[in-house]
């Protein structure tokens, strides 16, 4: 599908890439995310070619909400933490997960030790986007990836994850893929 492809993406530019399915959207976005390889060519970010740069630590700078985001059996404290290191969990108290909870509109949470199921069972769809959301809130990463997050929503859980997206976009790289421009 990408066969003599270039692409430049400036720091804190959003970008959105619209089309059919297997047009390969989601395969632009593994690239740069580094989950797949180019078999030729080169990923650069930041002039650094991805293939030369330790993944743990380029991670640790992107964030990835999907239409089906991980969410896994325990408490909602746990599932906002999990992707954090020690250290910047030490950095985050109640008040400040409370914060992101309310600019993610998670006003379902009452209790962070509430527990939400397998997959996140315990919550409808709109929720378990919301709290990935937050997650990614939480984590601050310089890079947000989107794979079409509001995809499968109601039109109000969209408007409520639009309203926290434009919270979490400021000031970030943000990559969007989309089947339409909305």
Known sequence: ILK???LKI???QKVAFVGRSGSGKTTIVKLISGFIRPVFG???IDNQDLSEVSLRTFYKHIGYLTQEPMIFDGTIKANLLYSLSEK???NINEQRI???LKLAECDFVKDLNTEIGEKGIRLSGGERQRLAIAKLMLKNPEIIILDEPTSALDSFSEDAITRALDKLFENKTVIIIAHRLQ
């Open 4 to 6: 003599k492809f270039n």
């Open 10 to 12: 400036s720091g804190k």
């Open 42 to 44: 080169q990923v650069l």
């Open 88 to 90: 910047e969990i030490q």
């Open 98 to 100: 409370f914060e992101v």
